[in-house]
C-alpha cells in the first residue's frame, strides 16, 4: 500500500470514528479519548470479524496513542474537515509537553457530508461504522472520564511486569484475536453473548477495572 | 457331575479323575477300538432320539459305523490313525507348497525388478543429493527467517518509539508556538491557533502538504514578530509582548531541532523496516519454494525405493527357502503316500468282510422295513470314491443305497436323498437300517434301542406297523424302550401286544411300563386330569383289540 493511500485511509478511519463519537454523543470528543477509542476499535475488530485497522501500536504507559493518525487529525482541521475546541498544552515537570483538545466533525460541512455519504456505499466501510457505532454506543455508557482510561486498562494493552515488549503487534492474528477473545474468556467465562452485547460488557468491564 | 463308581457285567471298573481308565475299560468291554467309538454307536444307534441325523444316506456316516462294528478293534483303531496321518501329512504338504507357490511369485516379481530397474539405484542417489541439499538449505532458510523475524521486529519497536518521541518533540515545539500565537493573537478561533500553531511543524503547509519556502518565510515572521497574515511589526502594537523572548526562542530551536532529529531517525526506521520487511518476506517466498520442493523429492525418492533392484543376497536366501519348502512338501507327500499304501492293505483286508456284512444288514432291513412300509425297499452293495485327505489318493469304500418302488415306476428306484421319501417314511428307513446295523454287529445278540416319541409323525395304521416291527425287534436279549405320550390310542396298545384282562397278564405288562404319571412331578393337567390318565393308561395297557 502507498503512502498516500494509507493516509486516505487514516482519513477516512477518523471521519468514521468522529461520526459514530457524534452519534454516541461523545463528540466533542478529546484526544485521549479518540485515540483510547481507536484503539479498542482495533482490539476488539475480531469481535465483529473485522481486522484491526492499525497493525502495531507503542505502549507508552500512558492512553493508548496513535502519532500517524494523530497526524493526520491534524491535516484534516487545517483542510476544515474537522473542527477543534478547547486547545491548550499542558506540561507537568520533567515531562513532555501533551496537547488537550476535542474534535468533531462539522455540522455544516458539504464535504464531509459527500464523503460520508460515498463511505455508506461501500459494504466494507459501512460495516466497519456499523461496528464503530456499536463500539461507541459501549464506551458512552461508561462515565467520562473512564474511556481513555479503560482503553489504558485494556487487558493487552496493559504492560505486564514480564512484558518485554513496548508494542503491540496487532497485524499478528493470533495475538489479536487470541488476545481479544481470551480477554473476553478470561472476563465472561462460559457466556454466549451477541458481538454487540459482548462490547458493552467488555466496556463496563474495563471501567470496573478503572476502579479496581 | 463326578463319576463314583462304574460295573460291567458285574466288575468294577477303577474310576479315577481324568476317566482314562474307565474309558479304555469300558471300551474294551464293549470291543470298540477306542472309547470314541463306543459312545458314537450308543449315541446315533442305541437312541433314536428327535434330534437324530440320518445316516443312512451319509456315506461317511455308512463307513463310520461300517468301520466300528464290521472289523476288529485293532484295525478299526489303526484305520483312524492312517487316515490322521494321511490327512496331516497331506495338510503340511499343501501348506508348504502354498508357502512355497507364494515364495515363488515373490521371486519372479524380484527377478523381474532385477532386469527392469537397473538404474534406479543411481537415480535415487541422484535425488537424494538434491533432497539433502534442499532440506540443508531449508534449515538455513528457516534460521534466517527467524533471525529476519527478530530483527523486523526490533525494527518496528523502534520505529514506534521514535514515532513518539518525534510526537512529543513536535507538541514540545507546538506548545511553544501556540503561546506565542495565543498572546500575539488573542482572538483567533481555535481552528485558526490549531491550524498555525501546527503549520510548519515539519516544515510543511499543513493545508496543502507541500514543503514550501512560503512556509519557512511564515515562520520567520512568527519569529520575527510579524502579522503571519500581513507582514506589520507586532512589536509597534498594543498587543502585549512576549514574555522572556530569548527564552522562548532557544527553547523552540531546542524543540525544533529534537523535533527535526527525530523526524530523520523515524523516517531512517521507516526505510529500514521496510527494507527487512522485504528482506524477510524475500526468504519465506524461498522458503516456501524449497518446502514444496523437498515434499515433491520426497515422492519422488520414496516412488524410486519402491523400484529399487532387490539385494541379490535376498533373492538368493529366498530361492534357498523355496527349495527347502519344495523339499518338506515332496517328504511329507512322501509320508502320505506310504500311509496310503497302509491305508489301503487294510482296506482290501477289511471291505471284504464288510461287504459280507452289509449282506446280513441288508437282509435284516428288508425283514424289519416290510413290517412297516407297504413298498417294497432292498439295500444294494455298491462302492464309493472318496479320500480321506483333501490333495491325496482316492480309495473305495463299501456302500449300502436305498432302494424302494413307487407307484409311478416300474421295480424299484435307487432313493439317494432321504429327501426322496415322506418324512414318516425317512424316520422308519433310518430306524430300520440303524436297527439291521446294530443286530448284524452285534455279536452275542445282545442290543439295547431307545426311542423317542415314534408316534409323532405317524397316522393310526402306520402306529400299528411301527409298533409291531418294534416288537419282533424285540426279542431274545433285544431290548426296545419307547417313549410315549398319551396322545394316541393306537401306539401303547400296538405295543403291548393282543388285548387282554388277564389279571397275571396285566401284571406282568406292567412290570414293563415307567409310568411317569406317578414317578415324574406332576404339571397342572396331571393334578386336575389324573384319573382320566391313568383310566387312559390302564386300556392301552390291556393291548390292541384285533
Aim: some cysteine; hydrophobic content about 40%; overall charge negative.
Amino acid at each position: 500500500m502507498s503512502a498516500r493511500t494509507q493516509r486516505v485511509k487514516h482519513r477516512v478511519r477518523l471521519l468514521q470514528l468522529l461520526a459514530a463519537a457524534d452519534r454516541a454523543a461523545l463528540a466533542p470528543i478529546s484526544i485521549d479519548k479518540l485515540h483510547a477509542f481507536a484503539y479498542l476499535a482495533d482490539i476488539l475488530s475480531p469481535v465483529w470479524n473485522l481486522r484491526p485497522f492499525e497493525d502495531r501500536i507503542g505502549r507508552t504507559g500512558r492512553a493508548p496513542y496513535y502519532p500517524d493518525l494523530q497526524r493526520e487529525l491534524d491535516f484534516m482541521v487545517a483542510m476544515g474537515l474537522v473542527l477543534p475546541s478547547d486547545i491548550s498544552y499542558v506540561r507537568k515537570e520533567g515531562q513532555p509537553a501533551v496537547l488537550t483538545a476535542h474534535f468533531a466533525l462539522p455540522n455544516d460541512s458539504a464535504t464531509v457530508k459527500s464523503i460520508r455519504s460515498a463511505c455508506g456505499n461501500d459494504a466494507e466501510l459501512a460495516a466497519q461504522q456499523t461496528y464503530l457505532n456499536a463500539l461507541a454506543d459501549a464506551l458512552a455508557s461508561l462515565p467520562d472520564d473512564d474511556i481513555s482510561a479503560a482503553a489504558t486498562h485494556d487487558l493487552v494493552y496493559e504492560k505486564s511486569s514480564n512484558e518485554s515488549q513496548d508494542f503491540i503487534d496487532l497485524a499478528s492474528l493470533s495475538s489479536r484475536t487470541s488476545r481479544a477473545v481470551a480477554s473476553f474468556d478470561k472476563a465472561f467465562p462460559g457466556t454466549k453473548l451477541t458481538p454487540a452485547r459482548r462490547l458493552v460488557m467488555y466496556a463496563h468491564y474495563l471501567g470496573h477495572r478503572v476502579h479496581a | 457331575m463326578q463319576l463314583l463308581s462304574v460295573e460291567v457285567n458285574g466288575t468294577a471298573i477303577a474310576v479315577s479323575s481324568d476317566e482314562i481308565v474307565y474309558r479304555t475299560e469300558l471300551g474294551n468291554a464293549a470291543n470298540a477300538s477306542a472309547f470314541v467309538d463306543f459312545l458314537t454307536v450308543v449315541k446315533y444307534l442305541t437312541f433314536f432320539n428327535e434330534e437324530r441325523r440320518d445316516i443312512l444316506w451319509d456315506d461317511q456316516a455308512q463307513r463310520q459305523f461300517f468301520r466300528i462294528l464290521f472289523s476288529t478293534p485293532t484295525e478299526a483303531l489303526q484305520w483312524i490313525e492312517l487316515e490322521q496321518e494321511i490327512s496331516r501329512a497331506d495338510s503340511r504338504a499343501r501348506n508348504h507348497s502354498a508357502s512355497a507357490f507364494q515364495f515363488e511369485g515373490d521371486l519372479r516379481k524380484l527377478e523381474a525388478l532385477l532386469v527392469n530397474n537397473a538404474g534406479v539405484t543411481a537415480r535415487l542417489q541422484a535425488e537424494q543429493s538434491l533432497l539433502d541439499a534442499d532440506m540443508h538449505r531449508r534449515n538455513s532458510l528457516q534460521s534466517s527467517s527467524a533471525d529476519q523475524e527478530m530483527d523486523l521486529q526490533a525494527l518496528r519497536r523502534d520505529l514506534e518509539r521514535t514515532k513518539l518521541v518525534e510526537a512529543d518533540a513536535r507538541r514540545g515545539v507546538e506548545e511553544i508556538r501556540f503561546s506565542k500565537l495565543d498572546e500575539l493573537f488573542p482572538k483567533w478561533n481555535d481552528t485558526a491557533r490549531y491550524i498555525y500553531t501546527q503549520l510548519f511543524s515539519d516544515g510543511r503547509c499543513l493545508a496543502c502538504e507541500q514543503h514550501t519556502d512560503r512556509a519557512l518565510q511564515l515562520e520567520k515572521l512568527l519569529a520575527d514578530d510579524l502579522c503571519v497574515v500581513c507582514g506589520s511589526d507586532l512589536k509597534a502594537s498594543p498587543v502585549p509582548h512576549i514574555h522572556n523572548e530569548k527564552r522562548v526562542e532557544r527553547d523552540l530551536k531546542a524543540a525544533l531541532a529534537a523535533m527535526e532529529a527525530a523526524t530523520v531517525q523515524k523516517i531512517a526506521l521507516h526505510e529500514a523496516e521496510a527494507t527487512a520487511e522485504q528482506a524477510w518476506r524475500a526468504t519465506l517466498t524461498e522458503l516456501a519454494t524449497v518446502t514444496t520442493s523437498i515434499n515433491q523429492r520426497l515422492r519422488d525418492t520414496s516412488a524410486l525405493r519402491k523400484q529399487l533392484p532387490p539385494d541379490p543376497a535376498d533373492i538368493a536366501q529366498l530361492r534357498v527357502n523355496i527349495e527347502q519348502l519344495r523339499k518338506s512338501q515332496r517328504q511329507e507327500e512322501e509320508k502320505r503316500q506310504s500311509a496310503e499304501a497302509v491305508y489301503e492293505q487294510l482296506l482290501v483286508s477289511v471291505n471284504s468282510r464288510i461287504e459280507t456284512a452289509t449282506g446280513r444288514v441288508a437282509t435284516i432291513f428288508q425283514d424289519l422295513i416290510k413290517r412297516f412300509l407297504e413298498e417294497s425297499c432292498t439295500l444294494s452293495y455298491t462302492t464309493v470314491r472318496d479320500r480321506p485327505s483333501q490333495g491325496g489318493r482316492q480309495f473305495l469304500y463299501p456302500s449300502l443305497r436305498f432302494e424302494m418302488s413307487a407307484a409311478a415306476f416300474e421295480g424299484q428306484q435307487v432313493r439317494a436323498t432321504p429327501d426322496d421319501v415322506s418324512e414318516s417314511q425317512r424316520q422308519f428307513i433310518d430306524l430300520a437300517f440303524r436297527m439291521a446295523l446294530m443286530e448284524a454287529g452285534s455279536q452275542d445278540g445282545a442290543i439295547s434301542l431307545v426311542i423317542e416319541t415314534p408316534e409323532a409323525s405317524l397316522d393310526a395304521i402306520f402306529m400299528g406297523r411301527a409298533a409291531a416291527m418294534f416288537r419282533e425287534f424285540a426279542k431274545g436279549e433285544r431290548s426296545v424302550v419307547v417313549t410315549s405320550n398319551l396322545t394316541s390310542s393306537v401306539m401303547i396298545p400296538a405295543l403291548m401286544g393282543n388285548y387282554t384282562d388277564d389279571a397275571g397278564e396285566l401284571e406282568k405288562r406292567q412290570t414293563r411300563v415307567l409310568n411317569l404319571l406317578k414317578v415324574a412331578a406332576p404339571n397342572a393337567a396331571v393334578m386336575h386330569h389324573r384319573d382320566q390318565y391313568l383310566e387312559f393308561l390302564d386300556q392301552g395297557i390291556r393291548g390292541q383289540k384285533s
